[in-house]
């Protein structure tokens, strides 16, 4: 589904991405791990067009990436969350999800000539985001705004949103860093109820034990290169992935 080749990106004299190449099969859960400023939020970044790489290529089902604008990304199927939340916060949880609709009524024309039409589609879309947000726990909260929410709380309404796009291939960057084993345990639920749906995940995160437990495969990146690829139990033992992350702070 996803295929990235030789993707390279410096920043000055810091070489964020090298020679980085892995694949991403449909209906995968995919964990892409490695020491703090391995680059994994970089590729992300590249991915969805937010930065544009020295050299490289990335094809997302057939289709080259790179070049292309982040909401010409976003309309092919691949959505993400980002690393430090973005929701906005004096809107209320339902409104949160309502902007990552596409919605008709944002064109003047069909506001003037199709109003039943408009009216109807957004009740639908009203109603679709509130049972995406059902699926996180967060139904009741609907009309809240998403700044009284606690952290983790917002982290679930962060994965609702994405899936408001209706994408295909969701990006999560670090769903659990943060937060608290109850949260953490009910968005690993959520996150295998989307395989079981269908989606492909390729998330990054430093809890191990979240990676071994949900990833069908992890990718492990190092100064910006793939060193390893495996299951999580392959990974675990690979000699290199013990050496990159010796003397930091993470049991695998
Ligand atoms: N916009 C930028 N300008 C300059 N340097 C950057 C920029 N973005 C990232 N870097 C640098 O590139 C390297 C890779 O950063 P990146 O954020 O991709 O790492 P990461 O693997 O996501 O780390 P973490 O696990 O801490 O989130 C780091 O050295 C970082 O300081
Ligand atoms: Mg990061």
Redesign the pocket.
């Given at each position: 589904m996803l295929h990235i080749k030789n993707l390279n990106k410096h920043?000055?004299g810091?070489k964020?991405v090298k020679d980085c190449s892995f694949e991403v099969k449909e209906n995968e859960i995919v964990a892409l791990i490695?020491?703090?400023?391995?680059?994994?939020?970089?590729?992300f970044n590249l991915l969805t067009g937010f930065i544009k790489p020295d050299k490289g290529h990335v094809h997302y089902k057939g289709t080259p990436l790179l070049g292309v604008k982040p909401y010409k990304i976003s309309n092919l199927g691949i959505t993400r969350t980002f690393?430090l939340i973005k929701l906005l916060p004096k809107l209320t949880l339902v409104e949160n999800l309502l902007i990552a609709k596409q919605q008709s009524g944002e064109h003047l024309l069909n506001i003037m000539f199709k109003p039943k039409y408009i009216k109807h589609e957004e009740k639908e879309n009203r109603n679709h985001c509130v049972e995406l947000l059902d699926l996180v726990g967060l139904k009741d909260k609907r009309n809240h705004y998403a700044k009284n929410l606690s952290y983790g709380q917002q982290k679930l309404v962060e994965i609702a949103r994405i899936l408001a796009t209706d994408a295909d291939l969701l990006l999560l960057d670090?769903p659990v860093a943060g937060v608290n084993p109850v949260m953490r345990a009910k968005i690993k639920n959520i996150l295998k109820k989307l395989k079981e749906q269908g989606k492909t995940i390729l998330f990054?995160e430093?809890d191990m034990k979240f990676v071994m437990d949900i990833a069908d495969r992890v990718v492990v990146?190092d100064y910006?290169t793939e060193i390893a690829t495996g299951t999580p139990k392959q990974i675990q033992k690979n000699p290199r992935v013990l050496q990159a992350y010796l003397g930091k702070k993470v049991k695998l």
């Open positions: 920043f000055g810091i964020a490695g020491p703090n400023g391995a680059g994994k939020t970089t590729v690393q670090e990054i430093h990146l910006g």
